[in-house]
């Protein structure tokens, strides 16, 4: 039988584990239920695949990230490992060719979403396969009072009805109340816990405040480095993109809106060096091991501290030392109050949006049980008088209260991305080709629509060109067929199911939950804008008592920590100070040229001590 040593140079290249890889995969074949709770670019794939590899039968890895499992499942198998992915809507043939596969031998591991184990079908395959490990990664995910909750997770254990099999719960960050869900609802029997700190000694985490972000930026990267600059939307990736191209950096952009082709041609250029600064929204990054990441930036504030860590934690994987850097600006931490703790929905308004979403369907008192409706959103919010923004957050908390369940099932606007490049466009337009009216309005009005898929408004087009709204769809769906754009529809975008009857009583049951659930998102924002203002506190010793990890040293790098190594000693700031008074008075400009910091408070305690006096010739000079 193989060692994990060997299994780990065969496979990966690598001679040694780093700690606990290796003690965590001895509790795993040793059929020992494990927590492991280990920071961002630890390697914790390796851990469930090289304990994988070296027990028989199949690895179950259950994931809520369907591009992590596609990551994961295309990397072994390049391996020549063998390794089935269950994801996108499978047609029910292929389901079963694939679930056939892999209990026939086709496999050592099978990715699965938490939601598509609830199939029954897929669950009679499972009980049949030789199953002898479950992976659960992102297992934070299954606690209410995590920052990700998931529903699907609370029925994960289930699984040890019909698979024997030890079970190894993974995630990045997971505190106390996290890691009893953890232990609790997937039916953990005395499971060893390894937890390591979550803040990374290579790691310099520091706050810049700055009423200039482009240009803070083009000084803070460095040509030969490697670093992804996270922003908060599509729009901005290409745009920041674009101007740090401008100032000599070799830029690529990343978002959700790219084409599968255009989303490789990124990545790979900056998996390869031929670019250096990645420009993207935050779910780029997630299963990317590129070692010499240098610098993680944030443009905008994050939405939780557990999503700083995790996305700052993509920088230094090879131990070298890195930077985690939020920008911020005047106007952040106002903009973050209007568009998060504002927004954030209060027990009141989910009660509204729950009795809203019944009436809107005329649902009686104790009906609508098990009910499926299409529901269009903008309307639904217009109709009522709802925030789309708070709405959303209600739905998000009435699934996870297993109240309704929610499926995006259409779109709320149309669509619009133009595909051919803007010289054959315009030329398409100077012709006079099919469409070319609709085209030059699309073309004038809307500067991103080269770029990334537009929101538009078809009525707004029939207004201004003065034509029927049907002629605008069918002209545009024609433009569509040709490939000249990528049209999209708007329509109804959820599917609802009432999982509970239409109750007035029903929010006694569920309001304390709720409002502990909000109380802890609140408690995560506020933690960010306490984090960004922290004037005093080591970095790193702030986000290990909030993630409650031992309480390590200064890490003497952080921003806070390189201050207060530089500021002068007060009691010598005061002696020179009056030293330099002996001979003349002298102004605060003329004595400020002498030190490195600002003196503005040691001058006022020296006022108030009547050391020194303040004249009416805005000097100071020594008193008496």
């Not at 990397?75 to 292929?94: H, M, Q, V």
């Not at 005329?362 to 529901?375: M, N, P, Q, T």
């Not at 207060?564 to 700031?573: A, G, H, L, R, S």
């Amino acid at each position: 039988m193989s060692t994990p040593e060997q299994i780990l140079k065969q496979y990966w290249g690598y001679d040694t584990f780093r700690p606990p890889q290796k003690a965590i995969i001895n509790e795993v074949i040793n059929r020992k239920d494990v927590i492991a709770i280990l920071p961002t670019g630890s390697g914790k794939s390796i851990i469930y695949q090289v304990a994988g590899l070296l027990l028989k039968g199949i690895t179950l890895v259950i994931s809520p990230l369907i591009a992590l499992i596609e990551d994961q499942n295309a990397s072994l198998n390049s391996r020549g490992i063998k390794s089935i992915a269950l994801t996108g809507n499978l047609p029910f043939k292929e389901l079963e060719r694939l679930l056939n596969n892999a209990r026939f031998g086709g496999a050592k591991f099978l990715f699965i979403s938490p939601e598509r184990l609830q199939n029954p079908y897929v669950q009679r395959q499972l009980s049949q396969m030789p199953v002898n490990l479950i992976a659960v990664d992102e297992a934070h995910c299954i606690s209410e009072w995590g920052h990700d909750f998931r529903p699907s997770y609370t029925k994960l254990h289930s699984l040890r009805e019909f698979i024997n099999a030890p079970v190894l719960a993974l995630t990045a960050t997971a505190k106390s109340m996290v890691i009893k869900d953890i232990e609790t609802y997937l039916d953990l029997k005395n499971p060893v816990v390894f937890k390591n700190a979550v803040v990374r000694s290579n790691l310099a985490y520091k706050v810049i405040h700055t009423g200039q972000k482009l240009n803070t930026l083009a000084a803070l990267l460095k040509k030969d480095q490697t670093a992804i600059v996270y922003v908060k939307t599509r729009k901005k990736t290409y745009q920041y993109a674009g101007y740090m191209a401008q100032q000599g950096f070799k830029t690529a952009f990343f978002h959700g809106g790219m084409s599968f082709e255009d989303k490789q041609t990124a990545l790979n250029n900056w998996l390869e060096g031929k670019t250096k600064a990645m420009f993207a929204t935050t779910a780029f990054g997630m299963g990317i091991d590129k070692p010499d990441v240098r610098q993680i930036i944030h443009m905008d504030l994050p939405a939780s501290l557990e999503n700083y860590v995790q996305e700052s934690g993509r920088a230094g994987r090879d131990g070298q030392l890195s930077e985690a850097i939020i920008l911020t600006g005047e106007y952040d931490t106002s903009h973050f109050d209007k568009n998060y703790l504002e927004l954030l929905p209060d027990i009141g308004f989910i009660e509204k949006v729950y009795k809203s979403l019944y009436n809107h369907f005329y649902i009686a008192e104790h009906d609508g049980k098990d009910l499926e409706v299409s529901l269009n959103f903008i309307e639904f919010c217009k109709r009522f008088k709802l925030n789309t923004y708070k709405t959303l957050q209600a739905f998000q908390i009435l699934e996870s209260e297993e109240i309704i369940q929610v499926t995006q099932n259409r779109r709320y606007y149309t669509g619009i991305k133009i595909l051919w490049q803007q010289a054959a466009i315009r030329q398409y337009i100077d012709q006079q080709r099919f469409g070319y009216k609709i085209l030059n309005y699309l073309v004038r009005g809307y500067t991103d629509i080269f770029y990334l898929e537009t929101k538009t408004q078809l009525e707004k087009i029939a207004d201004v060109l003065n034509i029927d709204k049907q002629e605008v769809t069918n002209t545009l769906k024609t433009l569509h067929q040709h490939q000249i754009i990528d049209y999209k529809p708007a329509g109804d975008v959820f599917l609802i199911r009432f999982l509970e009857p239409r109750d007035e009583n029903l929010f006694l049951y569920h309001r304390k939950k709720i409002e502990k659930r909000l109380s802890i998102k609140k408690e995560q924002l506020l933690k960010v804008k306490e984090y960004v203002q922290n004037t005093s506190m080591c970095r790193s010793q702030f986000l290990a008592a909030y993630f409650e990890d031992n309480q390590p040293l200064e890490c003497g790098i952080c921003d806070i920590c390189l201050q207060q190594k530089n500021k002068p000693n007060k009691t010598e700031t005061i002696i020179k100070i009056l030293e330099l008074l002996q001979d003349s008075c002298l102004s605060k400009h003329e004595l400020s040229k002498h030190f490195s910091t600002s003196i503005d408070k040691t001058l006022d305690f020296l006022l108030e001590q009547n050391k020194i006096i303040f004249t009416t010739q805005f000097k100071y000079c020594l008193a008496g």
